[in-house]
């Protein structure tokens, strides 16, 4: 089964500076997509970034990006200039394919501070 | 319409009551997933609609829980004889597969259930 694991339950970092949340996965799947979503106290998911498992080229939007190794199976997303908005949980998450159910972590809560 | 919509926001139910919760996908979306979040929790998958095809149940805790999803469009799930334990943030979310700018789902602001 697949499995997606996020190791920090927190983290902080002042505004203006970088902080990078980890998430590693475990799959036997070769075509599969990974997602970083954000889930302000609003509870609406909102997706930061994707990353098609095929391009070996790491996903950038913004100031979101992330750092993709396939043959370790991480996938941690760097935000650079933190702002107070980017305070909120944080999920990782996995699909195999184009459709079918994503398989989230656990999150990671991001406080930042002014 | 031009999110997903869920209904209603916020739900209290007696224990051992039925409740049915509301998910109004993206228009044209094919597919139709929920998801169930426990408090400080991820999100646990529960059920996914894919068009004409047969649902996914797999991820349904019990038989006290069943979704429907009719002509494609509006979903519910049906919680009979609520405990205590189901009390949570339940996600809907659509997407419209290879054809979506993102390839990934648009969520509802979800409806928290909280069985007293």
């Known amino acids: 089964a697949q499995t997606v694991t996020q190791s920090q339950p927190e983290m902080s970092v002042q505004e203006a500076e970088t902080v990078t949340l980890s998430c590693t996965y475990d799959?036997?799947?070769?075509?599969?997509?990974l997602f970083w979503y954000k889930q302000p106290p609003s509870r609406q998911m909102i997706l930061v970034i994707r990353?098609?498992?095929?391009?070996?080229q790491n996903a950038t939007e913004n100031r979101f990006s992330v750092n993709f190794q396939k043959a370790a199976k991480s996938f941690s997303l760097k935000i650079s200039d933190s702002q107070l908005g980017d305070a909120a949980m944080y999920f990782c998450?996995?699909?195999?394919?184009?459709?079918?159910?994503?398989?989230f972590g656990q999150g990671t809560i991001l406080t930042v501070h002014p | 319409g031009a999110g997903v919509s869920q209904s209603p926001s916020n739900k209290v139910t007696e224990k051992g009551k039925d409740v049915e919760l509301r998910c109004d996908p993206i228009?044209?979306?094919?597919?139709l997933y929920w998801y169930r979040q426990s408090l400080g929790q991820g999100l646990e998958f529960l059920i996914y609609?894919?068009?004409?095809?047969?649902?996914?149940k797999s991820g349904l805790p019990s038989d006290r829980f069943s979704a429907e999803r009719t002509g494609g469009s509006v979903s519910t799930l049906t919680i009979q004889r609520t405990q205590q334990e189901d009390s949570a943030v339940y996600l809907c979310?659509?997407?419209?597969?290879?054809?979506?700018?993102?390839?990934?789902?648009?969520f509802g602001s979800g409806t928290r259930l909280t069985v007293v």
């Open positions: 609609f894919q068009g004409n095809s047969a649902p996914d």
């Open positions: 998450a996995y699909r195999v394919g184009s459709y079918g159910k994503l398989t």
């Open positions: 979310a659509s997407s419209g597969g290879a054809a979506t700018v993102n390839y990934g789902y648009t």
């Open positions: 990353q098609e498992a095929y391009k070996q």
């Open positions: 228009s044209g979306h094919t597919a």
């Open positions: 799959t036997s799947e070769s075509d599969y997509y």
